[in-house]
């Protein structure tokens, strides 16, 4: 099974940070979202299936009319896929021609050119849109042969670019499609931005990625499943049902309403909207009768169904990343129609509470209804409390009354504070202990060595002392022998003098 078999559900859950259906959390602001796709060579092996097409599917249906979206794509240059524009007939008919031409045909990997076409108006930003970017690669930094050129590249990213997008609120959502992908660097991207970053290693990794990024990115009421079966209000005017499948098994896949009417891939008319390929399936019923509706759905999908009513959950997210020890704060309201609900008795009658989940699996509940009187303009400002280990937490915000349920799954990464910088101006004085052995065994080691030298060497001067007095003995005893130098010499010149 490839790797990123999942990929279109995890691309659609960073995506989903910048989407805003009726019950997404927000104040009003439209959507912008700017998608970079990284089309390097590298590309043929981490998705040998270009899965990154079905993706771009998924995104162009469910994006909302009058958001703002765009698409790059980037190798060693830049070019625009799909003009950065108002989302309507038009845009979505040119974006869903344009994705035959994502390929592999990219040298490099130029990320800092690819984020600096994504911001081309970055002075002059429509202030009713909230602007976000998705960065999709397998590789990191590549713009040169040098590898100082682009790790320097790299640091001009995260030391002036990241913090500039940051301050102003544009996150950088970064996936890594493969290990070869610079997980430091994207990480660090996404957190100085306000991003996230998720990292997909296998098809069974990236599955739950997906289930963890789509509420962590964008929080979107939904209602609950209670197996197969879900509810529906008379506020609803529309729900939108999202399955992803599991692997080559059947794709079966069969809906019915409170009347026991089935609804299936072949039937689509103006109340049902029916889309589903090898990936996933999108379904959309307007105007949907109130009751329990059944999804039969393939062993091992997932299935997420998403609400747009005249009753709306609205909250205001904490952001994707804090430092541990923060308490944050969420803001949460009810509207009807728009209006935010404020009468005390309409209030009373729900049930809102916030369940915090920690990386362990601990669960803590905060009965909101309970804890807080009902606020005069319906804003409940709920105190989170600080979260000391570091992580992945889940959010989860409830709401229930009568027929009326509602879920908002969040979650955020909580990050250890970075450790200070210290100016040291003199060694560090070790501990006696670790100080006095070592120079114990090192003064044993050259006592030992020293006592080896003297040794040798005295040993040297005995044996010449001793071979200086056999030569002297030797000398003494032919001096005593009586024979004398020149008695010869003298009888051969007497001999000559007779001649």
Known sequence: MPRI???????????????????????????????????SGSMKESDPDNLRAPAMELIIRLLPEDAKAGVWLFGEDVRELVPHGVVD?????????????????????????????????????????????????????????SPMVNAGSARKLLTELAPELGATGIPVHTIALSGEADWLFLRSLARGTGGIAEQAQSAEALSGIFLQALEMAAPTARVPLNGSRFAIDDSVREFTLLVFFDGEKSHRLTLRDPGGTEYERTQSDGDVDWFQNSQFALITITEPAAGAWRVEAPEGARVRVTVISDLQLEVDPPP???????????????????????????????????ELIDPDGARKLIPVSGAYPVPADGEYRVVLPAMEVPGRYQLVAWLQAQTVERELPMYLEVVAPPEKATLVTRGQEPPADDFQAPLMWMLGTIGLVLLVVWMLLRRRKRRKLELWQKRARQASSITESGLVSGVVADQQEDRSGLD
């Open 320 to 354: 994707n990343s804090l430092p541990a020890g923060r308490i944050s704060e969420l803001g949460l309201r009810l509207t009807e129609q728009g209006v935010v609900l404020t009468d005390p008795q309409v209030l009373g009658a729900f049930n809102i509470a916030i």
């Open 89 to 145: 007939e038009e845009w979505r008919r040119q974006a869903q021609a344009a994705m035959a031409l994502i390929d592999n045909s990219g040298q490099r990997t130029n990320i800092p050119a690819a984020l600096a076409a994504a911001t081309y108006d970055f002075e002059r930003l429509d202030p009713g849109f909230r602007t976000s970017i998705v960065l999709l690669t397998d590789g990191k930094v590549d713009i040169a042969e």
């Open 5 to 39: 078999l999942l990929l279109p559900a995890l691309l659609l859950a960073l995506c989903f940070s910048s989407l805003a259906f009726a019950d997404t959390a927000g104040v009003g602001l439209k959507p912008d979202l700017r998608l970079l796709i990284d089309i």
